[in-house]
């Protein structure tokens, strides 16, 4: 290995790995997907890893979306340290609504980008490319100690800016489709070569939650996947790393009996109570990527007009179907630390099994083919965190999915 003393990355230390120290986020998978794949018999390394390793839950960040969670984890803090609290956002400087995955909305550095100044080999590798400008900030490609790339845009990386040139041709797997189970299997093949010839120090696997937002636990597409998952796992395990397997949220149904989303149109209520457009309902899961979940989640933001009465808005958001919590400004900074300046004057959260949306007419649900599962709320705030390692761990809701690689790196040093 390459490091002699503990890296520091936001206020936390990091042990110097003597191994490489790998954190895996599989994207959407609550614990229920590894229990069912488990119990028949599909995922022996990871059954194996929790009986003699150690096993827990851990809580996401709210909301409980990609981005925010990725970049925690990236971090090893909440949004309120590293800013992303959403896919998207009203630009506090423009007023402008756009997407939050650019590298200037980024005010941490990552603890990647610690390490490699540190003088590490740093490994990412993304199912989806709208992370990997944000996961590789800081890093530089030009001395073969940083790698960051994605299986979406595999096929056009290059050595200046991703540290690898060609992705896909040298791991001799096709470019994926963006929507598919491959993408992740991409990141998985990935992840083992670099181990096998590369060697990073500190490597981070993300995959897309493709197949969680189409399929149930139970359903053998669900199942096929984390079997196919749990045969990388046993060649990384072999190698030696060690390991972290935790999500950046889990997944629920968020659908009628007839298959139909089950959505609460926010905008739709405010455009009532106070005034067309009025008032803004921002949904921060919107992304360009919409087929799988239709732009819609169980966590919302929403902007007031000045003369607007909070509280008797509050008292009718409490009152609405499938509203569970509302929260103001300050109460969301404090309980899931937000950045105030990136969020309106209400934060939403939905219930498990409903959805929040804007206005009716704004959602296009032809896209979806399946019955809605989707994420955002507190419903889908527990994931799993499995070390194969025997590491001396908390419990949540102390243990959280961005303590990662706090943990990696110490089973990494044992
Ligand atoms: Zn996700």
């Given amino acids: 290995m390459n490091l002699e003393s503990p890296v520091e990355a936001n206020a936390r230390i990091y042990s110097a790995p003597k191994v490489p120290a790998i954190a895996i986020c599989l994207d959407g998978c609550e614990p229920e997907y ?3 794949a488990i119990a028949d018999g599909l ?30 984890i990236a971090t090893g803090r909440p949004p309120k340290v590293h800013g992303i609290c959403g896919n998207y956002l009203i630009d506090p400087d ?72 060609k992705a896909s041709e ?3 797997m096709a470019q994926p489709e963006v929507y598919s189970a491959a993408l992740s299997e991409f990141v998985f093949a990935a992840g083992v070569k670099l181990l096998k010839e590369w060697k990073p120090d500190v490597m981070y696997l993300t995959t897309t939650d493709y197949v969680q937002h189409k399929y149930a636990p ?7 996947f984390y079997e196919m998952f749990d045969r990388y796992l046993t060649e990384l395990d072999a190698l030696g790393a060690a390991i972290v397997v935790t999500a950046d949220h889990g997944m629920k149904p968020k659908h009628l009996a007839d298959g139909s989303p089950a959505v609460v149109y926010v905008q739709d209520l405010m455009d009532e109570w106070l005034g067309k457009d009025t008032a803004r309902v921002i949904l921060p899961i919107t992304d360009p990527y919409v087929v799988h979940h239709g732009a819609l989640g169980s966590f919302a933001t929403v902007y007031l007009p000045q003369a607007a009465d909070q509280g008797d808005v509050i008292a009718k958001l409490m009152n609405t179907h499938g509203i569970t919590h509302v929260l ?3 109460e969301a900074i404090d309980r899931f630390e937000l950045p105030g300046d990136r969020i309106g ?23 979806l083919k399946e019955p809605l599962r989707s994420h955002g709320g507190l419903t889908e705030q527990v994931v799993p965190f499995i070390v194969n390692r025997v590491i001396d761990l ?21």
């Fill in 94 to 165: 423009t007023g402008e609504e756009v997407m939050m995955n650019d590298v200037r909305f980024l005010r941490a550095p990552t603890l990647f980008a610690r390490f490699y100044e540190a003088g590490a080999k740093v490994a990412i590798v993304t199912a989806k490319d709208k992370l990997r400008a944000l996961l590789g900030a800081g890093l530089k490609f030009d001395d073969n100690r940083a790698k960051c790339f994605s299986a979406e845009k595999s096929d056009t990386s290059t050595a200046a800016e991703h540290g690898q040139e």
């Fill in 394 to 414: 908390p419990e949540k809701p102390q243990l959280r999915n961005f303590d990662a690689f706090y943990y990696a790196t110490m089973a990494a040093a044992l």
């Fill in 218 to 224: 139970d359903e053998p597409e669900a199942k096929s």
């Fill in 43 to 72: 995922m022996p390394t990871l059954k194996r890893m929790r009986e003699t390793g150690t096993d827990r839950l851990a809580d996401s960040v709210i909301p409980s979306f990609t981005n925010p969670n990725n970049l925690s």
């Fill in 170 to 172: 040298w791991l001799g």
């Fill in 345 to 367: 004057d209400l934060v939403l959260v939905s219930g498990e099994n409903i959805c929040i949306g804007t206005s009716e007419h704004r959602h296009d649900l032809a896209a």
């Fill in 34 to 36: 590894l229990d069912k």
């Fill in 328 to 330: 103001t400004k300050a």
